[in-house]
């Protein structure tokens, strides 16, 4: 059995990786400072390809000449060596294709041509609209061999029938094996941890219950705007862009039963049992349990920032959303009356991806407070900027009466294994190298996820729900508040 825990171990099989959308933001931002990072690990065996497909007119010269200005300065600095460069960019090549013309392929079979014994992957890092010419071009030109799969970005369609649609066009011509689904959430060693905090502790289990918590947060918040993704950006959605896909893998991840194994299908399969169990929000449900935002112009520490309308790639009538904040709920033994609230959005006071849980108070307390508040128990697990966890409990306060007072327990992991961050790329990229699907989407699992976010999606547009105003550099609009104060709660800040 293959875990994905071997990821610093010992290199891949020889392999051609083709990277279609080679010279796309993505490619340059992420993908390939991910595949330098795993060279630099000697990871890459010495016959390891990387070649870059584009439409640009470019030839390997011109396109590692684009690396070194697009793509290195996404490497750190300190992490940046010149000699590794130098040597990983001899394993990139460049292919110019035109994807919907289907002798263009012959150019990349004769790239390919005398190495069908080696892993070949190819990466679609384009627009879903160009999925299926490109597994159809690469099946027409005979390069499907046994040992190739097949890697896709998200949004894997823009709703349950279109993702069907995608999924039936890719089983056409790959085996559900050779298929990698990838959000790039799974790859984040700080979500792998949430799995390993979960089951690798005895600790937690018997206290991960509606019996023990009261309510769990999940907050996706992001600084950043949709800058030159508007055109991408307005067709989607927050609900699509980040609830279909990274929030919902978050709440199964801490809400699965443990499973049996690491095994692909065993983790899998009780993901997909929590995507089934979510209690549907269709019609007015959807309304009243939803929130949509849309951000206005605001003021950072670093200047004012122009509100969604106002970039040029957006219709300045455009009702998309650019946060969602939503009340889900798990209807099982384990779940039910604890409401998952889930928020994301762009443009909020700063970046932070952070899952609270709030555990029940004390059934009867003897002690006064010394804030005259008694809050109950919480473990706060920040994923992103930093990865930390932290869990307030109740000690005496010093002095004579016996008064408590809140503390908090914290665990950096800078401070524990004082590492470089690893991309969530490296492991991804690693993993479809190796065959190993553990952390990639199941087709049932993308179906479910779809299956429950479309009521909502077309709730919105039954009742016209327009979104709430709220200005960048806040934390969204007042009716995130609204809807977690309803019920008692209120969104953890600090
Ligand atoms: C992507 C979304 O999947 O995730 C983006 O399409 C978003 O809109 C990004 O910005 C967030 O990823 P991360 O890793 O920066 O949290």
């Given at each position: ?6 990821i610093?171990g ?5 392999f051609?990786f083709?990277l279609?959308?080679g010279s ?7 993908l390939?400072?991910a595949?330098?990072f795993?060279h630099c ?5 010495a ?15 011109g396109?590692r000449?684009?690396?070194?200005a697009?793509?290195k ?8 060596m010149?000699?590794?460069w130098?040597?990983?960019?001899e394993?990139?090549h460049?292919l110019?294709?035109d994807v ?12 390919l ?6 892993v070949r ?10 999925f ?11 390069l499907?061999t ?7 970005e ?6 349950e029938?279109?993702?069907?649609v995608i ?6 011509v790959?085996?559900e094996?050779q298929i990698f ?10 979500v792998q941890?949430?799995m390993?905090l979960r089951?690798g502790?005895?600790l937690f289990e018997?206290?991960?219950?509606n019996?023990?918590?009261s309510d ?10 949709v800058d030159?993704?508007?055109?991408f950006?307005?067709?989607t959605?927050?609900l699509?862009?980040m609830v ?12 699965m ?7 692909p299908?065993?983790?899998r ?6 995507l089934r169990?979510l209690?549907p929000l269709?019609?007015r449900?959807?309304i009243?349990n ?5 951000y206005k112009?605001?003021a ?6 122009p509100?969604?309308l ?8 455009s009702?998309?959303?650019t946060?969602v ?6 209807g099982?033994?384990?779940w039910?009356?604890v409401?998952?609230y ?5 443009r ?7 899952i609270?849980?709030?555990f029940k ?16 128990n919480q473990?706060?697990?920040r994923?992103q900027p930093?990865e ?19 503390v908090?327990?914290?665990l950096?992991f ?17 993993d479809?190298l190796?065959g190993?699907p553990?952390?990639f ?5 993308v179906?479910a ?5 479309d009521?909502?999606?077309q709730?919105?547009?039954h ?8 200005r960048?550099g806040s934390m969204g609009?007042s009716?995130?508040s ?5 019920d008692?709660?209120?969104w953890?800040e600090e």
């Open positions: 059995m293959i875990t994905s825990t071997d610093a010992s290199p891949v099989e020889p051609d083709v279609f959308g796309g933001d993505l490619s340059m931002r992420k390939l400072p595949l330098y795993r690990a000697n990871q890459l065996p016959d390891g390809r990387i070649i870059c497909a584009a439409r640009q007119e470019l030839d390997t010269d396109f000449a684009l690396m070194d697009e793509s300065i996404h490497i750190d600095e300190k992490d940046f010149e000699d590794h130098l040597s990983f960019i394993r990139v460049y110019r294709i919907t013309v289907q002798s263009d392929y012959e150019k990349l079979k004769s790239m041509a005398g190495r069908e014994e080696h992957v190819f990466y679609l890092s384009v627009a879903p609209s160009l299926n010419k490109i597994t159809e071009g690469v099946n027409a030109a005979g499907i046994p040992l190739s799969r097949v890697a896709l998200k949004p894997l369609g823009r709703d029938a279109s993702a069907d999924n039936d066009e890719l089983a056409a790959f085996k094996s689904r990838i959000d790039h959430y799974l790859g984040k060693e700080a941890n949430l390993a089951f502790n005895s018997p206290l991960w219950r019996e023990r918590i769990v947060q999940i907050t996706i918040a992001e600084s950043l705007g030159t993704r508007g055109r950006y307005d067709q959605g927050a699509r862009d279909q896909n990274h929030l919902l893998q978050l709440l199964v991840i801490l809400a039963e443990p499973p049996v194994s690491v095994d299908d065993a983790v399969d009780e993901k997909i049992k929590v169990a209690k269709v019609g449900d959807a009243e939803t929130v949509r935002g849309q112009a605001g950072y520490d670093e200047g004012t920032v509100g969604y106002e970039n040029e790639d957006i219709p300045n009538d009702t998309t959303e946060f904040a939503l009340k889900a709920e798990i099982s033994w384990r039910e009356g409401p998952f889930l928020r994301t959005g762009k909020l006071e700063k970046k932070q991806t952070e609270i849980i709030n108070k004390v059934p009867h307390s003897i002690f006064e407070t010394a804030d005259g508040l008694n809050e109950p473990l706060i697990i994923l930093e930390k966890i932290r869990m307030r409990v109740y000690v005496k306060a010093w002095g004579d009466a016996i008064t408590l007072q809140p908090h327990l914290n950096d800078n401070d524990v294994f004082q590492k470089r961050r690893m991309i969530a790329y490296e492991r991804l990229i690693v479809v190796r190993n553990v952390l989407m199941r087709r049932d699992e179906s996820a779809w299956a429950w976010v009521p909502i999606q709730a919105w547009e009742f016209q729900v327009e979104p709430k105003a709220y960048a609009p009716a995130a609204n809807l977690i104060h309803r008692g709660f209120a953890y």
